[in-house]
């Protein structure tokens, strides 16, 4: 099935309308609320991570309440159990048997405050939800209602008391975003809107969870042409092949870069990937799965350092060098 200029149109007002909306709330941040809102529309997960106070939290309460659907905070601490995260079954003594009582990940977009606090085995509590839109307790397989997305936050300043994702964790998570500090003029624009009260509390649903899916139906319709596949591969064997990285992207990268590429077509009104939707994502995508040697460190080479030379270095298709 082809996509149509009417569902692309349909798709960008949509979008905007989200956008635009929780843009209301988090003043010069465009870019990290468009990139959270693509990764819903990609059936994907995402880490913000930044230092406190720069709208990490705001940002995934906003992006739910700007849809109609349910939603959940977990906030993460030393002490929680998975049980906390998944539910747990209960006697109930009028019917003579075990109940089950759904935890906080069942809900629409889940929020996971400073996911780092928490034991791994209460992290590992969210690998199967993330990955297979399901859990397992007691040996019975719920599974989660769509769209279901995961909105995890951690300080990357503060070691102390803390559990970091391990490999496993951090791949299932489509995205890594920053926030930043805001410019001087949005930051005073945002000490006016906020001067006598959170401009969260106005805040609205504009679309609905329907929207949503039939939103993620479009993006997966974009066409990808085997020349921008191979370009999506070329990036990803270039991560595994530099020297100065330890781990490269795993097949799963490139699937998640395809996916995001295709939203970002679906937003600039395109029914085809373009090499530049895929150079868009690519950082977002790929930082966060990559593993610098410990002698590149030593140099004071950064990840995003060797994320922005592959995307330099390798063939463009349709460029003299990449056709």
């Avoid at 995890?152 to 926030?179: K, S, V």
């Amino acid at each position: 099935m082809t996509v149509t200029q009417d569902d692309l149109s349909w798709f960008r007002d949509q979008f905007n309308a989200v956008t635009d909306n929780i843009e209301r709330v988090i003043q010069g941040k465009l870019d990290a609320i468009q990139l959270t809102t693509m990764c819903m529309l990609a059936g994907g997960h995402t880490l913000i991570e930044d230092v406190p106070g720069v709208g990490k939290t705001l940002l995934a309460k906003s992006l739910a309440r700007s849809i109609d659907c349910t939603f959940s905070r977990i906030q993460f601490t030393p002490d929680l159990l998975p049980s906390d995260v998944t539910g747990v079954s209960v006697w109930d003594r009028d019917q003579s048997g075990f109940t089950f009582r759904p935890g906080p990940v069942f809900a629409n977009v889940v929020l996971g405050d400073e996911i780092n606090r928490a034991s791994p085995k209460t992290q590992a509590a969210l690998l199967e939800a993330m990955e297979e839109r399901q859990v397992t307790v007691d040996g019975e397989t719920r599974n989660l209602e769509a769209p279901f997305m995961v909105v995890a936050t951690q300080n990357p300043i503060e070691h102390e008391g803390t559990y970091p994702l391990p490999e496993a964790q951090l791949d299932r998570f489509m995205m890594r975003i920053t926030m930043g500090y805001p410019e001087r003029g949005k930051e005073m624009a945002m000490l006016d809107a906020h001067s006598l009260r959170s401009t969260y509390e106005d805040l609205k649903s504009v679309i609905h969870a329907e929207d949503v899916v039939r939103m993620m139906d479009v993006a997966r319709q974009v066409h990808v042409a085997d020349v921008v596949r191979g370009y999506i591969l070329d990036l990803v064997e270039a991560t595994r092949r530099d020297p100065d990285l330890l781990l490269g992207a795993s097949p799963r990268a490139s699937l998640f870069l395809q996916r995001a590429a295709r939203v970002r077509a679906a937003v600039e009104g395109r029914e085809f990937v373009s090499p530049d939707d895929v150079k868009k994502v690519l950082s977002p995508v790929l930082d966060h799965r990559l593993i610098l040697r410990p002698e590149a460190q030593m140099r004071g080479v950064s990840i995003h350092d060797v994320v922005s030379g592959i995307g330099a270095g390798t063939a463009v298709p349709g460029t003299r060098a990449g056709v």
